[in-house]
Nanobody, 123 residues
């Protein structure tokens, strides 16, 4: 069983930065793909970024490339999403997720989800 807890959401101005954290609990995350999704009001949930826990290989959706960085600290069992040059359209609830036997965009459906953290970007 894997448990995920997000934190770090809040209010930022356009052009500003936020860093989200996802604390992980479990025996091991070897073989897992970890990722971030977001859902804005009235829109479907959207893939944002992912990282393969063992190798560190990352993947991003086009709209955040060059602005967001996903990373992990193995010793702390924590995953991060550094968000720079924020835009109002980044406003959403952000969720961390984990899955096995899946691809870079976790298209087969993550096994585990965090509770979500709100990110609001003002213009």
């Amino acid at each position: 069983q894997v448990h995920l807890v997000e934190s770090g959401g809040g209010l930022a101005q356009a052009g500003g930065s936020l860093r989200l954290s996802c604390a992980l609990s479990g025996r091991t995350f070897s073989g897992y793909v970890m990722g971030w999704f977001r859902q804005a009001p009235g829109k479907e949930r959207e893939f944002v970024a992912s990282i393969r826990w063992s190798s560190g290989l990352t993947y991003y959706t086009d709209s955040v490339k060059g602005r967001f960085t996903i990373s992990r600290d193995n010793a702390k069992n924590t995953m991060y999403l550094q968000m720079n040059r924020l835009k109002p359209e980044d406003t959403a609830v952000y969720y961390c997720a984990a899955g096995t036997n899946t691809n870079a965009v976790l298209s087969t459906g993550p096994r585990y989800w965090g509770q979500g953290t709100q990110v609001t970007v003002s213009s």
